[in-house]
């Protein structure tokens, strides 16, 4: 196990269509962290697991979008009916449960709604 | 509501030249401070990490400062490569309810040439 990884790499869809992520943490990440990217931008946080349990959404997060992260393993994150403005580069994080650590990103998944 | 400002947005220098990227944010309740690299297209590399009661840390060329009164960070380069280019983001974490998120700048997109 190297690092954090995302599949797919690069996403194409049409608009109104339903795309899936999945993100592999480093064993024994205990938290998990999905971000968005667009271009010119920093990453901005979307939400946070420990373990299986989902502790923070941001607002970002719309009713659109959900998360799951079954057993505190790899995680999944889902958009239904996509919109133009949902192309960005979805970055997935984890780090240990104890504090004073980075986290570390995978590669990143870049979606573009066409 | 944290805000993570970078200056300069974009900086070209030549190789060997030293350099300071700049930090600011709003909220000095933070938890640490870390800088990443980000190359093109990529995820996030971390740099270098500073803990709310640290004042620095180095790490090879680079050097990074925290003055938390003050709300400022730089990071300091010395003797610039042409491999050091790429965006640099800085990202101040605070502690959530049952977690800890990043809130990041926009980053400062680096040019050395040769």
């Known amino acids: 196990d190297t690092g954090v990884s995302q599949d797919p790499r690069h996403k194409i869809t049409k608009r109104g269509q339903n795309v899936t992520f999945r993100c592999d943490p480093i064993s024994e990440h205990n938290r998990l962290y999905w971000y968005r990217q667009t271009l010119g931008q920093g990453p901005e946080f979307l939400t946070y697991f420990q373990n299986e349990a989902q502790l923070e959404k941001s607002r970002l997060l719309s009713d659109r979008f959900s998360a799951e992260r079954p057993k505190g393993s790899f995680s999944t994150l889902e958009i239904q009916r996509t919109e133009q403005g949902d192309s960005a580069m979805y970055l997935c994080?984890?780090?240990?449960?104890?504090?004073?650590?980075?986290?570390?990103f995978g590669p990143g998944t870049r979606l573009l709604v066409l | 509501k944290q805000e993570v400002t970078q200056i300069p947005a974009a900086l070209s220098v030549p190789e060997g030249e030293n350099l300071v990227l700049n930090c600011s944010f709003t909220?000095?309740?933070?938890?640490?401070l870390q800088w990443f690299r980000q190359d093109p297209g990529k995820g996030l590399t971390s740099l270098l990490l500073?803990?709310?009661?640290?004042r620095e840390q180095t790490s090879g060329r680079l050097n990074a400062s925290l003055d938390k009164s003050s709300g400022r960070s730089t990071l300091y380069i010395a003797a610039s490569q042409p491999g050091d280019s790429a965006t640099y983001l800085c990202a101040a974490e605070i502690l959530t309810g049952g977690g800890n998120k990043l809130t990041f700048g926009t980053g400062t997109q680096l040019k050395v040439e040769l």
């Open positions: 500073i803990q709310s009661s640290q």
């Open positions: 994080a984890s780090s240990p449960l104890q504090g004073g650590e980075t986290q570390y």
């Open positions: 909220d000095s309740a933070i938890y640490n």
